[in-house]
């Protein structure tokens, strides 16, 4: 089945452990972006990647990186430096920047 | 100023009824709409584009104002299973601006 996956669904971290995110995608889509949601709130960006090898960052990129060395995926770790990690982490991927979304079923950051 | 507002709700309206969306954006050189359905504890799932002209599909009408710089949602004959957050997504330049959504709930 085409589509685009994360991992885990949910996961609890320490203060002061880093930790990576998956994000992995079978679309074959160009671009690929990392939000969070809060409660209440709407999705915010932390990144995005046009093409591999590239990305930029987003409204909230400070405590965060990642990487796109293959089309398919784009993990993001969540570094000690983010001082409120917890949160919905939401992927997504377009054919390009102009279309639609598309969103994987998202991982549950905890930190305890 | 924020990129896209929309009215948080709650909606509550019972079965059968029809209820509209709004969603305004603030830049003009905006490209792209689109509708998002979240339901609790879920990813958001593409609903519809909007196109220049509107659009249909089955109970569900999008529509574009360009001048006015909003998009809207029309849900007829509303049924349970509607009950969920409706986001609206706005694309400008290489990003995707999102509606903190507004929450439906359709009472039996």
């Known amino acids: 089945d085409g589509g685009i996956t994360q991992s885990p669904k949910y996961l609890f971290r320490k203060e002061g452990q880093n930790v990576t995110l998956s994000c992995e995608q079978n679309?074959?889509?160009?671009?690929m972006y990392w939000y969070r949601q809060d409660p209440g709130q709407g999705l915010r960006l932390i990144y995005y990647?046009?093409?591999?090898?590239?990305?930029q960052k987003g409204d909230i990129a400070e405590g965060y990186s990642v990487s796109r060395e293959k089309k398919e995926s784009f993990p993001l770790t969540v570094t000690s430096a983010q001082k409120n990690p917890t949160a919905f982490y939401l992927c997504?991927?377009?054919?390009?920047?102009?279309?639609?979304?598309?969103f994987g079923p998202g991982t549950r950051l905890t930190v305890l | 100023r924020k990129e896209v507002e929309q009215d948080p709700g709650p909606f509550n309206v019972p079965e059968g009824a029809t209820v509209a969306f709004n969603c305004t954006y603030s830049?003009?050189?905006?490209?792209?709409f689109f509708w998002y359905r979240q339901d609790c504890r879920k990813e958001p799932k593409l609903l519809m584009s909007?196109?220049?002209s509107g659009n249909e599909d089955g109970r569900f009408t999008a529509q574009l104002n360009r001048a006015s710089q909003y998009i809207s949602l029309l849900i007829r004959d509303s049924k349970l299973s509607d009950s969920a957050t409706y986001l609206c997504?706005?694309?400008?330049?290489?990003?995707?601006?999102f509606g903190t959504g507004t929450s439906l709930t359709v009472i039996p």
């Open positions: 997504a991927s377009s054919i390009n920047e102009l279309h639609e979304q598309f």
């Open positions: 679309l074959n889509h160009d671009a």
């Open positions: 990647s046009q093409i591999v090898n590239d990305f």
């Open positions: 830049n003009s050189a905006s490209q792209s």
């Open positions: 909007v196109y220049s």
């Open positions: 997504v706005v694309n400008s330049g290489n990003q995707f601006y």
